[in-house]
């Protein structure tokens, strides 16, 4: 007797039942897919008159008869004789060539457009509030959000299921609002700015690392404190240093840290405004792709910038009312090949700035919506276009997404979006060969 009429015997059919294997959905990463792509490609269809091939449409393949053979005797038919043959090659020269797309002939003025990462979207929605601050990590596989919710959140794409659920949630700071988020240039830790005096460290699972000293609100010269002494507004690591950062505040400093020392800044920029009482709130500051210039937008509507190996005296460059006055620069980003510099004002304006003739912006669009103060602009990995969101005109509207060209700020690409979009993230990962970079956009819950 065999094992299974033993186990058959004594009644056991089994241990335990089997675990059924989920199957995976092959059309998932289509339904993905925006509504208006569908709209676009079955007008396209209509318009050229080109149906898309599918293989429901495909007609069975039947047998073919050769003269002098017998239908009722099965096995296989005679091969073709010559003349067969001959006419067979006369036909397919008749036919029509089949349509190969890579074809130079067949392009139109839809193929030379620009191609932006916009044809899939997921929503992932966990936050409460407007989403305010928001990265990505150098290899493009988890994302670091920030809300006025006070939470910060970390999503995983690989461990992520269809829930779409992050796999970290924490309040770095009680019930204050986070202003920033950045990863290092390694990926291995990420600060993050709230509306304290003091910035906090991570490491790339959301375990802190450190917090930052504040410094003594009672001594006035803030050379001379050890941290900041206001709240917080924005944070950027040195683009090739990843032991290295710079914080922002509205202590009217701009902050150099190593993360070795929590207790004491390395150097600290004073941001001297031409007002009365000689301060002012530093809302955005970066560094430049190679490090040696540290940029910082303020309230008072200037925008500065230092040599990185400079006493920090005074600015080597600066444009007094870049912005309007009162207005907060959502954000200071240099370009790819750090000529030029991009700014997000909170005046409904984006505008781009040459280092080299530094007295007026080479382009401005003047028509872009803001709805919250942090509101920000991004550069394209390949250098050529600018990203930014545009608020909606009503409550419960539609917001916008603008793409524009990069020297003249001309529009090429609007984007419709629920709701106002607040911070954008344009990841450059496998640009521009593959267009498998990443486009993320978080925005407001007007609802």
């Not at 130079?104 to 457009?113: K, T, V």
């Not at 997000?344 to 912006?361: E, H, Q, S």
């Not at 700020?409 to 496998?430: I, Y």
Request: aromatic residues 8%; hydrophobic residues 30%.
């Amino acid at each position: 007797m065999d094992d299974k009429d033993v186990f058959a015997a004594m009644g056991i059919a089994g241990f335990g039942k089997a675990t059924k294997k989920r199957q995976l959905d092959p059309n998932r990463f289509e339904k993905n897919k925006r509504s208006e792509e569908v709209a676009s490609l079955s007008t396209a269809e209509v318009n050229t008159g080109v149906s898309l091939p599918s293989s429901s449409k495909q007609p069975a393949l039947k047998p073919t008869a050769h003269p002098g053979s017998d239908s009722d005797e099965p096995g296989p038919s005679l091969p073709p004789t010559r003349q067969e043959e001959d006419e067979d090659e006369d036909k397919d020269d008749d036919e029509e060539p089949e349509f190969d797309p890579s074809d130079p002939e067949y392009d139109d003025e839809d193929s030379q457009l620009p191609q932006f990462p916009i044809t899939h979207e997921i929503v992932m929605k966990d936050h409460t509030k407007v989403i305010s601050a928001l990265a990505l990590d150098p290899s493009g596989a988890r994302v670091l959000s920030g809300s006025h919710d006070y939470d910060c959140k970390l999503w995983d794409f690989g461990g992520m299921d269809y829930r779409c659920k992050p796999f970290k949630t924490w309040e770095p700071s009680g019930t204050y609002h986070i202003h920033d988020v950045k990863y290092s240039i390694d990926g291995q830790r990420f600060l993050v700015v709230s509306g304290t005096t003091q910035a906090k460290l991570y490491d790339r699972d959301g375990e802190e690392e450190a917090t930052f000293i504040k410094g003594d609100m009672y001594i006035r010269d803030m050379k001379h404190t050890a941290g900041h002494v206001f709240e917080l507004s924005s944070c950027a690591w040195h683009p090739k240093n990843p032991e290295t950062f710079i914080t922002g505040a509205a202590d009217s400093t701009i902050r150099i840290w190593e993360v070795e020392n929590k207790r004491k800044q390395k150097s600290v920029i004073v941001v001297k405004s031409k007002e009365r009482g000689a301060r002012t709130k530093v809302t955005s500051c970066a560094y430049s792709p190679d490090g040696n210039i540290i940029s910082g937008a303020c309230v008072d509507g200037a925008l500065h910038m230092w040599q990185a190996n400079s006493n920090f005296v005074r600015p080597n460059m600066t444009i007094e009312g870049a912005h309007t006055k009162g207005t907060e620069t959502g954000s200071v980003v240099f370009s790819v090949d750090g000529r030029t510099v991009l700014t997000r004002g909170g005046d409904d304006t984006v505008k781009i700035w040459d280092l080299r003739a530094f007295k007026k912006p080479l382009a401005v669009r003047s028509d872009v919506g803001t709805l919250y103060p942090n509101t920000n602009a991004m550069f394209s990995p390949d250098d050529k276009y600018v990203i930014t969101g545009a608020a909606a005109t009503t409550k419960g509207g539609k917001g916008r997404l603008l793409f524009m060209e990069k020297d003249t700020l001309d529009v090429v690409k609007t984007l419709d979006v629920d709701s106002t979009p607040v911070k954008v993230f344009w990841h450059n990962c496998h640009w521009p060969l593959e267009r498998s970079n990443m486009c993320a956009i978080l925005t407001t819950n007007l609802t």
